[in-house]
């Protein structure tokens, strides 16, 4: 996991809050991702970066708000709307094209 | 539509018995195939990928996979198992489609019994 910080470990988000999971990687990779894991699913994509100032939706974006306004970070902002928000979240980071990810270590959200 | 099939959920082996992990796809072009591990409440670990060159790839921790271009497989195998490789294990493959998107399977639980 090393490269890659991800924080909180576990999150707890009441019904109505937004939150926010933090990403943040000193490996100089351009492109960032964040990915939902559910037993049984596999993992999903939500969204991704390829450069500072930009990103792109992945396959399940709704209900999920990202930044990218430095290289090093890529927060994720899970809000009211994604009704089913209770997850483990994992972000990666890639230095380029054709290349495998590096993972962050996790965080575990809950909805209480 | 590009894809990755791990059609065992579960696989149980026998510690010092060799292992073999399943693991199709369905691409478009050339395939860049990797292998990750994960233990509970953890990020993957890549393991190891196939891009071009040998068929047979070896990795991290022992393991290898065996790219199969005709039964387009790469199934992941390690020649004797241990207990610490209880996991889950990912198969995944970049989409090709301008940028660098991995598809990953529903992921295959190894466990190894003493």
């Known amino acids: 996991d090393g490269g890659i910080t991800q924080s909180p470990k576990y999150l707890f988000r009441k019904e109505g809050q937004n939150v926010t999971l933090s990403c943040e990687q000193n490996l100089n990779h351009d492109a960032m991702y964040w990915y939902r894991q559910d037993p049984g699913q596999g993992l999903r994509l939500i969204y991704y970066?390829?450069?500072?100032?930009?990103?792109q939706k992945g396959d399940i974006a709704e209900g999920y708000s990202v930044s990218r306004e430095k290289k090093e970070s890529f927060p994720l902002t899970v809000t009211s709307a994604q009704k089913n928000p209770t997850a483990f979240y994992l972000c990666a980071t890639a230095p380029g094209t054709n290349y495998g990810y590096t993972f962050g270590s996790g965080t575990r959200l809950t909805v209480v | 539509a590009q894809s990755v099939a791990q059609p065992e959920d579960q696989v149980n082996v026998a510690e010092g018995n060799p292992l073999t992990v399943k693991c199709t796809y369905s691409?478009?072009?050339?395939?860049?195939l990797f292998w990750y591990v994960q233990y509970p409440n953890r990020g993957l670990r890549f393991l190891l990928k196939y891009i071009t060159g040998d068929n047979l790839v070896k990795g991290s921790y022992g393991f290898e996979a065996e790219f199969n271009k005709s039964q387009t497989s790469f199934h992941l195998k390690k020649p004797s198992a241990l207990v610490s490789d209880s996991a889950l294990y990912f198969c995944a493959v970049i989409f090709s489609g301008g940028y660098n998107k991995l598809i990953f399977g529903a992921g295959t639980r190894l466990a190894v019994h003493p």
């Open positions: 691409v478009s072009g050339n395939p860049y």
């Open positions: 970066s390829q450069i500072v100032n930009d990103f």
